[in-house]
């Protein structure tokens, strides 16, 4: 995977903390892939309770490649809280095959900045 160091994201979302159960967040990723091809990536949200800082019961939802233009491929997504009290979240790019028996098998994963 000598083309994963050259993959950059950004994200573009809500900054609260508090959300309503069933309330939609929606967030947007901006990732630079280098040489990869969106078919390349998996790009989700990674959602759950504010336990101090450490994120508990997290979910994850698939973000979906929306416009590119020659450098960026913009990834959008919701998220619905299944918890009440502050929540966190992130956005992170996996490497994806097809073949892959799971989407953590290379042990590789890029945190939206």
Sequence with gaps: MQLWPRVEA??????????T????AAVTAQVALGKLT???????IVHGEDRGG????????????????????????????QHTGAQIYGE?????????LNKHEL???????
Excluded: C
Excluded at 38 to 44: M, N, Q
Excluded at 57 to 73: F, G
Excluded at 92 to 100: E, F, K, N, Q, S
């Design 10 to 19: 950004a994200a573009i979302g809500p900054n609260e903390s508090q959300f």
């Design 21 to 24: 159960i069933g309330e939609s």
């Design 38 to 44: 969106p078919k390349d990536v998996l790009v989700e």
């Design 54 to 81: 450490a994120m508990a019961h997290p979910l994850d939802v698939v973000m979906q490649p929306t416009v590119a233009d020659k450098q960026i491929q913009v990834y959008e997504g919701n998220f619905q809280p």
């Design 92 to 100: 992170r790019v996996l490497p994806y095959h097809p073949d892959m």
């Design 107 to 113: 042990g590789l994963a890029l945190w939206a900045r």
